[in-house]
């Protein structure tokens, strides 16, 4: 069994331009959960897909972030014209819809440096 | 809004020796509370958790107990080995909203055992 599988795992961009992260989620679970978490802090929720819906967005996602999961499977996070501030990593977390409450798997991130 | 406030950071402890970590929280609602843990180069990955006032959560010789009362969820062990560094998050789910499992997260607390 595979577990959460995120990529790259390191970017490093100039400010400006545009990066787009990739997440693979256990391959049974329906919800998928995307986060961002800078140097010292813990985790902030960004977003959160049902199968192919998204049904929720932190405030955090600001008009540059995107996130989709065409067929309810892989995700994708865009960010666009990046701001040195973005710079974090960005989490993937998964669960099945009837596991327990909070039982996230997560992957080990992507790391994003905008320089 | 929900929030979660940990003790900062790092502690150092020998082998064998006791820990605590403290964390309280603020919720609506009745929340499930839980300890995640990252070891170094890995994904953040459950340690244990409790989903109602007075469960007690335990795993791999960790303890942490639900207080409402005083909307605590403390995590302890009663001896540490070099194996348990790692950076440690209290975090706590509102089951009461929609985004199915989304947590809210504390700010860490590195701990490191020396042997």
């Known amino acids: 069994d595979t577990g959460v599988s995120q990529d790259p795992r390191h970017k490093i961009t100039k400010r400006g331009q545009n990066v787009t992260f990739r997440c693979d989620p256990i391959s049974e679970h329906n919800r998928l959960y995307w986060y961002r978490q800078t140097l010292g802090q813990g985790p902030e929720f960004l977003t959160y897909?049902?199968?192919?819906?998204?049904?929720?967005k932190s405030r955090l996602l600001s008009d540059r972030f995107s996130a989709e999961r065409p067929k309810g499977s892989f995700s994708t996070l865009e960010i666009q014209r990046t701001e040195q501030g973005d710079s974090a990593m960005y989490l993937c977390?998964?669960?099945?819809?009837?596991?327990?409450?909070?039982?996230?798997?997560f992957g080990e991130g992507s790391r994003l440096t905008v320089l | 809004g929900n929030s979660v406030t940990q003790m900062e950071g790092p502690v150092t402890l020998s082998e064998e020796a006791f820990l605590t970590i403290n964390c309280t929280y603020t919720a609506t609602g009745y929340p499930s509370l839980f300890w995640y843990v990252q070891y170094p180069g890995e994904g953040l990955q459950l340690l244990l958790k409790a989903t109602k006032a007075d469960d007690k959560g335990s795993n791999k010789g960790f303890e942490a107990t639900y207080r409402k009362e005083t909307t605590s969820f403390h995590l302890e062990k009663g001896s540490v080995q070099v194996s348990d560094s790692a950076v440690y998050f209290c975090?706590?789910?509102?089951?009461?909203?929609?985004?199915?499992?989304?947590?809210?997260f504390g700010g860490g607390t590195r701990v490191l055992v020396k042997p």
């Open positions: 897909f049902q199968n192919e819906a998204q049904l929720e």
């Open positions: 977390a998964s669960s099945f819809g009837t596991s327990g409450p909070g039982e996230l798997f």
């Open positions: 975090a706590l789910s509102d089951l009461q909203r929609a985004a199915g499992n989304k947590l809210t």
